[in-house]
């Protein structure tokens, strides 16, 4: 089943200690990204990444770091995690952007909150 | 410097009629746009997009969208609303296909039996 999985989906964290929230997709997509949902912001992307070893910033990356050292796995990283990220996190991939047929599929999604 | 609007942070319909989402782009360059929705209490999934090629674009559970480049907007359509509907959409743009994405500010749709 294709799929892209989180984890944790839920996690508690007190500020400042590094957690990293994991993203995997099965379906050998080149490009992922994620995103960060909170009332009455919406939705904001963090970072993408195109390929393997390729990453940009997204919209709000401040505070967060990627990595993408294999094509299915697209870690972030709070380095040091502070209360304006608690947030709901999506995390997504697709294998060709640029054509109007391709489907996109999202995680689940992590509820952080950090204390 | 790109951004969306969404006219109506919330919109009602009846069951069976006609669902119009109003999205407005901001973009120097020839856009990419999506729709996206969110189900209640469940997580998000694309609609549709535009990349190039035909301005109307068909989605998925019967949505579709528009693209007119001399209004910059990117209306999602559905002829005949079910209640099953009922959720949160959001239009998105980028300037490329491999290009962050800016997102609106979402409608909420209420369907009413």
């Known amino acids: 089943e294709a799929q892209v999985t989180q984890n944790p989906r839920y996690l508690i964290t007190v500020t400042g200690k590094k957690l990293t929230v994991t993203c995997s997709q099965n379906?050998?997509?080149?490009?992922m990204s994620w995103y960060r949902q909170d009332p009455g912001l919406g939705l904001r992307q963090i970072y993408y990444s195109m390929n393997v070893e390729v990453t940009d910033k997204g919209d709000v990356p401040e505070g967060y770091k990627v990595s993408r050292k294999e094509k299915r796995n697209f870690p972030l990283i709070l380095e040091s995690p502070s209360p304006n990220q608690t947030s709901l996190y999506f995390c997504a991939s697709s294998s060709a952007p640029g054509r109007n047929t391709d489907t996109q599929y999202f995680g689940p999604g992590t509820r952080l909150t950090v204390l | 410097a790109q951004s969306v609007t969404q006219l109506g942070s919330h919109v009602s319909v009846s069951e069976g009629a006609l669902v119009l989402l109003r999205c407005n782009y901001s973009s120097s360059v020839p856009p990419y746009l999506f729709w996206y929705v969110q189900y209640p209490n469940q997580g998000l999934q694309l609609l549709l997009k535009y990349t190039t090629g035909a301005t109307l674009v068909k989605g998925i559970n019967g949505f579709e969208a528009e693209f007119k480049k001399s209004e910059t907007s990117f209306h999602l359509t559905k002829p005949s609303a079910h209640m099953s509907d009922a959720a949160e959409y959001f239009c998105?743009?980028?300037?490329?296909?491999?290009?962050?994405?800016?997102f609106g500010p979402g409608t909420s749709l209420s369907v009413i039996p």
């Open positions: 379906m050998n997509h080149e490009y």
């Open positions: 998105a743009v980028s300037e490329t296909s491999y290009d962050k994405v800016i």
